[in-house]
Structures are given as C-alpha cells and as structure tokens.
C-alpha cells in the first residue's frame, strides 16, 4: 500500500468530537477519562486548579479548546476551582441526570466540566456579587500561562 498519493497535509484542528470511548480511554488519563468522559467528580481541595490563581487561559483537558480565562476565577472555597463566567460559547449547558442541577460541558469535545450554580450570592475580590459559578474539576482543565 503507498501512501504517498494520499499523504494529504492535514488541517490542525482542535475538534475530536468524533473518538469513539475505547479512543478517549487511550488519549486522556485514568482520572481524566473517569471525570471527563464518565461525569464523576474528583474529590474536593485535592485538584490542581483549586488554589490556583496565576494569570493564562484554562483549557479542556479533552480537546484543547478554551474554556475560561484566569479573569474569571475566584477562590469560591468549595474545594473546586470556580469561574463567574467562561470563554464565549465555548461551554455549553444542560440539565444533570439528577433532574436539578445544570451540568456543564466542553462545547467542542462534550467533555464533562462540572456544574453551575446560580443565586448564591458571593462576592468577588472586588465585593461584586457573583451571577453564576461555574464550578469546575481540575482535570477537566489544562492551564496555559500567559506573559
Ligand atoms: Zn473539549
């Protein structure tokens, strides 16, 4: 078989949506995979992000894609790292299969995130109540730093 006809130069995409479970299992870590793929939760205060407060973009563990911006962060003291906002339209949202919270997911690869909560009445670094938190694993997450 010669490759050479078909030796296409491919696009650098960033959209994997397409890997199929055995693929995923292979491409991300055991804790990644257990979190992003099969929507459990890593254990509070342990992640990496959680006190993690350096200035950069924080991106989906799955595919790459942006997800929230070092701005955005606050220290929510819920063990896990907290976002009041994230990049664009690059998270999307939908009701968790308890019936009552809205999970969170990378709009690109349908990576699981974490949660939202609304209402809670938090206030950021500047006094500011805080909408929305969007309430995140670490190993959802790969932190770019930016100079
Ligand atoms: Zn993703």
Not at 2 to 16: A, F, G, L, N, W
Not at 75 to 90: E, L, M, N, R, Y
Not at 111 to 140: M, T
């Amino acid at each position: 078989m010669s490759s050479s006809s078909s030796d296409i130069q491919r696009e650098q995409k960033t959209s994997v949506v397409n890997l199929s479970d055995a693929e995923w299992k292979k491409k991300l870590s055991d804790e990644e995979y257990r979190i992003l793929r099969k929507k459990e939760t890593e254990y509070p205060g342990m992640g990496k992000y959680n006190k993690h407060f350096e200035t950069g973009i924080y991106k989906c563990a799955g595919c790459g894609q942006e997800l929230y911006d070092s701005s955005s962060k606050f220290d929510s003291h819920c063990g896990w790292p907290a976002f009041s906002s994230s990049v664009a339209t690059s998270v999307k949202r939908q009701k968790d299969e308890d019936g009552y919270r809205e999970e969170i997911l990378c709009a690109n690869c349908d990576g699981h995130l974490g949660h939202v909560f609304k209402g809670e009445g938090i206030p950021d670094a500047n006094g500011k109540i805080i909408q929305e938190r969007h309430c995140v694993n670490s190993a959802s997450l790969k932190f770019e730093k930016k100079n």
